[in-house]
C-alpha cells in the first residue's frame, strides 16, 4: 500500500495529542482514587497530638479537649484541692497509681508532672463502661456526703475518683482514670498525645 501524499505529520501530530489527553485523563481519574487511600484530615486529626493553651484556666477550673476521639481533661486545682488530696488515701483503691500502663511521671499523690503538679490531664472516660464522670468539684454536696472533697462522678453507676482522677474503693470502676501522654510546650501550652518520650 503506498503511503505517497499522505500528511504523517499530522498523523503524528493526532497520536501525539491523543496520547496527552488520555494520559491527562488518566491522571485525573487516578488522583481522586489514590487521595481515597489515604486517611481523611479528619482520621488524621484524631490520633494527633492536641496542644492545649491553659494560659486562661483559673486555679479550679477545668477545660475539655479531644484527642483520638476521646474527651481529655485539663483541670487546674486550687492550693486547697492539693492539701486534700493527702487525706484521702485510706478511701481509695490505688493511691499511688500502681497500675500499670501509666506514665511514670503520673505515679504520684497528684498524678501530674512535677513542674505543674497543680495542673492534671486525665482521660475523661470512666474505666468501669466507658461513661463520661461529671466534673463535681464542691465540697461535701449533699448527695455525695460530708467527705467529699471535690472530683469526679460518674452517673451511670455510681463511680467516684478524687481530683487527681484516683478511684475510691467500693465501687464499680476498677482503676484511676487514664493519664494520657502529655508534655509541656511551655509554661501556658500541654502538647497532649505526646510526652517527648520522657517518663
Known sequence: MSTDGVDTSRRRFLTAATTVVGTVGTVGLAIPFISSMNPSERAKAAGAPVEVDISKLEPGGMVTVEWRGKPVWVVSRTKQNMQDLKGLENKLADAGSDVPQQPEYAKNIHRSRAEHAEVIVMVGICTHLGCSPKFRPEVAPADLGADWK???????????????????????APTNLVI?????????????GDDGGVA
Open 180 to 192: 494520657p501522654p502529655h508534655q509541656y510546650l511551655s509554661e501556658s501550652v500541654i502538647l497532649i
Open 150 to 172: 471535690g472530683g469526679f462522678f460518674c452517673p451511670c453507676h455510681g463511680s467516684k475518683f478524687d481530683l487527681a482522677g484516683r478511684v475510691y474503693t467500693g465501687v464499680p
